[in-house]
């Protein structure tokens, strides 16, 4: 991929992740960069072979991997992350009585994806209940929220 391309992708994930974060309510702060860093804070690379990667490093050894050549997996895997983070802080500060804090950190992290893209926040769901070891877990999932109008 010639250093034009490169550029270019690199532009449009920029504005993509910047544009979408505002609309989620993410701060901008939390959102991946394009330098690395440590202290496991993911950064994208955009590889001279076209190859999109999504790193993450602690204390200066590799601990996320993500390769792809599709911008938009890319952008699923930065928001999944900082939806996460988001949903987190959100579930800390307002707890729902009588809920488990990972339920309201999942209703709140599917509601952050759906806000931006209804199919990212069903995969996310998808993917939840695929990692649970068992009904007694996933019957935890919150549904996603309803469809806009």
């Known amino acids: 991929m010639c250093e034009d391309e490169r550029a270019r992708v690199r532009r449009y994930l920029e504005g993509r992740l910047a544009e979408s974060g505002r609309l989620a309510g993410l701060r901008g702060g939390r959102l991946p960069g394009f ?36 911008p938009e997996e890319l952008l699923y895997w930065a928001f999944r992350d900082c939806a996460f983070e988001a949903a987190a802080a959100w579930a800390r ?5 009588g809920e488990a804090f990972r339920v309201t950190l999942w209703r709140r992290q599917f ?3 759906h806000a931006l893209r209804p199919q990212w ?28 109008r």
């Open 111 to 113: 509601a952050l994806l």
């Open 121 to 148: 926040a069903r995969r996310r769901r998808e993917e939840l209940l695929a990692s649970l070891p068992g009904p007694e877990h996933t019957r935890l999932v919150p549904p996603l929220p309803p469809p806009s």
């Open 35 to 70: 330098e690395p860093c440590d202290g496991a804070y993911p950064f994208v690379e955009v590889g001279e072979d076209g190859e999109l990667r999504y790193l993450a490093y602690e204390r200066g050894r590799k601990v996320l991997e993500l390769v792809t050549r599709d």
């Open 93 to 97: 500060r307002d707890p729902r009585e």
